[in-house]
Nanobody, 125 residues
Framework: VQLQASGGGLVQPGGSLRLSCAAS????????MGWYRQVPGKQRELVAT???????NYQESVKGRFTISKANAKNTVLLQMNSLKPEDTAVYYC????????????????????WGQGTLVTVSS
């Protein structure tokens, strides 16, 4: 399984960015995909998640500003971030929760958590 995250960058306060996370490989199922973020010296925190059934969950501070959705491409989620604030500055990580996939030996492997490389979002004037 591989995760490809993209979309980070520098934006002014009040601006928008869209993050994309695409999972590839011989994936059988993914229970939930989501985004977490982390700043130096702090614990990684949930930003938003979406289940295979489309149920979403957001951190309170991003409700009404961020929207997580599934893209048309399989196993791809988008995070639309609007009205960005300096406190949104962080490294954002894509996460797969409860993913099942075929290994190179055609065995079914179950993973509780799978993380992609982070993408930096900087909100600054």
């Amino acid at each position: 399984v591989q995760l490809q995250a993209s979309g980070g960058g520098l934006v002014q306060p009040g601006g928008s960015l869209r993050l994309s996370c695409a999972a590839s490989g011989r994936i059988l199922s993914i229970n939930r995909m989501g985004w977490y973020r982390q700043v130096p010296g702090k614990q990684r925190e949930l930003v938003a998640t979406i289940t295979s059934g489309g149920e979403t969950n957001y951190q309170e501070s991003v409700k009404g500003r961020f929207t997580i959705s599934k893209a048309n491409a399989k196993n791809t989620v988008l995070l639309q971030m609007n009205s960005l604030k300096p406190e949104d500055t962080a490294v954002y990580y894509c996460n797969l929760d409860n993913v099942n996939y075929y290994s190179a030996h055609d065995e079914i492997v179950a993973l509780k958590d799978y993380w992609g490389q982070g993408t930096l979002v900087t909100v600054s004037s």
